[in-house]
């Protein structure tokens, strides 16, 4: 029987009691339910279901007791105290496959595996899209899915199901906002985010601007974050109605149910939400990713701050999230992914900021680092060139940012061979960011690490070797021994001590910085496959060709898997470990240019 409103429960169970013979068609309600009851104490055999039911306070007193069964089904998991839960999850994807193809004739397994990956597996959905399938083609239904989820999930109501997916969200929706209005704005926020769990435990409130949220409107979600007794209420809400998971502090929702709930946004709730996914993502910012500390957090955050709209990045906060996802990224290795998302940003701030505007600036600057680590070495520099020129216009020649376009610059100009001209931006950045920041702010550091990289490349390794020397010691204090730019010095110094003949101190210093490289980058980012590659070089100088071989075949293995057959320092390897086999020297990798570090929030 229909459990979705209490009040229709007694009625059912009234109209049960006439058609089990136990009660007459005119007995009182009342009495009806009474003789219900007795008659199933009586019997061994029977199953009562109670369908969709919401709340277990309201259906414990209509429960009946005898040796026979009930079944109750419900979104809502907590009936832990009247039952026995029993998890139902989605169908398996051969589940899936099967119930497509046996409702709609003549469809491939292959369309039907389409079908299935894109409606999550839900059996609602599945047979909604079997009914549609009788209109639309397979690649006509799934086009409509994408950009249409609410329409496309509206028709094809099985008859023995009282309503459509989509109807069944939007009532689930009204329910839930009529009870905890700020469940319903935090599952609004979290459709626009991406359809893995977002976790709202490391959600720090201080982090907004308050003049900014009371303004917005985004100040619904504040206690929520703040209170623990209103993070409970509302989480247990969410859950409750099942319309997403909410575990752990998490919150998830299927992918179909965020694309239909996206769908059946109003302009008004449409903007609210775009506030309140960017209140999250600012609240849940990891720090800076720099720091390697930050980044199991930033891990968790990045399909959320790569899947929601540039345009729905609706405040300076939330938009230098989105740009420290990109920078994580970077710093870990991997710029294929940065560099799509930082083109889609600075074009939508282009056209929405304007050219001169400090976050445009800001993701050209990102921008420009990501083509640079994707070897685009010549529209890196055309773009560094512009930042620099629009910087020292709007902000003046020795502003912070100014100077990080202009170390930015330098490192473009030497990776095309314009070493000299490099070299000299280098030298006046340097000089600069002595004056205005100090010699120990990290900035200058790497602006030192800079000009020790120009002026090996240069021929003048001896004061390569000095600058880098006091760099590294500095960044020893300042930053750590195991911060990735510290290792990057590490890694150079050594570099430049075998280009002076002292090998063992290379080996020694390789070693050390490669065992931190691996602990704190891990066996695959490309700083740690260089260390890898330098260090066999300087086993093979030293005569120790067995470790050199198997350090060289195995940091080129993973050179081609990580950074591809073609990458320069792919190459590199290869011809170092050819020169390994034939007991030749081999040549050092070049030197690693640090990259700036990233601006700091706004």
């Known amino acids: ?81 009247l039952a026995s839960p029993v998890d139902v999850d989605v169908l398996t994807r051969a589940e899936s496959v099967a ?40 690649d006509k239904y799934l086009d409509l899915l994408e950009h249409h989820a609410d329409l496309a999930t509206n028709d094809g109501t099985p008859l023995d199901y009282p309503r459509s997916l989509a109807a069944q969200l939007r009532l689930g929706m009204q329910r839930l ?48 974050l703040l209170d623990p007794r209103d993070f409970r209420r509302v989480l247990t809400a969410v859950d409750r109605f099942g319309l997403a998971r909410a575990a752990g502090g998490s919150v998830q929702l299927h992918r179909l149910t965020q694309a239909i709930l996206r769908d059946q946004l109003d302009s008004e709730e449409r903007a609210r939400s775009v506030r309140h996914a960017s209140l999250l993502l600012t609240t849940a910012h990891p720090g800076n990713p720099k720091h390697p500390a930050t980044w199991p957090r930033w891990s968790a955050l990045l399909p959320h701050l790569l899947h929601l709209a540039p345009a729905d990045l609706t405040t300076p906060q939330a938009r230098h999230a989105a740009l420290g996802a990109c920078w994580y990224l970077l710093e870990r290795g991997t710029a294929r992914p940065a560099l799509p998302r930082l083109q889609a940003l600075h074009q939508a701030w282009l056209q929405e900021l304007g050219d001169d505007h400090g976050d445009t600036l800001q993701a050209a600057s990102y921008l420009a680092r990501a083509f640079y680590k994707s070897h685009n070495h010549a529209q890196a520099r055309d773009l560094d060139r512009d930042t620099l020129a629009r910087r020292r216009r709007v902000l003046g020649e020795d502003h912070p940012d100014t100077l990080a376009s202009a170390a930015n610059l ?105 065992a931190r490289q ?37 940091a080129l293995a993973r050179q081609r898997r990580v950074l591809g057959e073609d990458h320069p320092e792919t190459l590199i390897s290869a011809k170092n470990l050819a020169l390994i086999l034939q007991r030749s020297t081999a040549i050092p990798a070049t030197s690693l240019d640090p990259p700036p570090p990233p601006d700091p929030p706004a």
């Not at 985010?193 to 979600?221: H, Y």
């Open 518 to 554: 691996r602990r704190v980058l891990g066996e695959d980012h490309p700083d740690t496959l260089a260390s890898a590659g330098n260090l066999a070089i300087w086993l093979a100088e030293l005569g120790e060709t067995e470790q050199s071989r198997t350090l060289a075949e195995e």
């Open 177 to 224: 906002g009529d009870q905890e209005p700020v469940a319903a704005d935090l599952l609004r926020a979290c459709s626009l985010l991406a359809p893995e769990p977002f976790d709202l435990n490391p959600c720090d409130p201080s982090a907004r601007q308050d003049e900014q949220d009371e303004q917005d409107g985004a100040e619904a979600l504040v206690p929520l």
């Open 410 to 514: 330098a490192i473009r100009l030497a990776a095309l061979g314009e070493t000299e001209q490099a070299c000299d931006l280098d030298r006046d950045t340097l000089a600069r960011r002595r004056r205005v920041l100090g010699e120990d702010h990290p900035d200058t550091l790497a602006s030192a690490s800079n000009l020790a990289n120009r002026l090996a490349a240069l021929g003048e390794t001896e004061q390569a070797r000095t600058l880098t020397e006091d760099t590294l010691a500095r960044r020893r204090r300042v930053l750590g021994e195991d911060h990735p730019d510290t290792l990057i010095s590490a890694c150079n110094l050594a570099i430049w001590l075998a280009q002076l003949g002292e090998t063992e101190q290379a080996r020694d210093l390789d070693r050390d910085t490669l």
């Open 1 to 81: 029987m229909a459990a979705e409103d209490p009040s229709l429960i007694p009625d059912q169970l009234a109209a049960l009691a006439v058609v089990t013979g136990c009660a007459l068609t005119d007995t009182p309600r009342e009495q009806a339910m009474q003789a219900l009851e007795e008659e199933l104490r009586t019997r061994s055999r029977w199953l009562l279901i109670f369908d969709n039911a919401e709340d277990p306070g309201a259906l414990s007193g209509h429960l009946p007791t005898g040796s026979g069964h009930v079944v109750i089904t419900s979104r809502n998991p907590h009936w832990h105290h």
């Open 99 to 138: 119930l497509l193809c046996s409702r709609s004739r003549g469809l491939s397994e292959g369309d039907a595996d389409r079908l299935a990956q894109a409606l999550d597996d839900l059996p609602l959905a599945l047979v909604q899209a079997a009914e549609a399938l009788t209109a639309y083609t397979p």
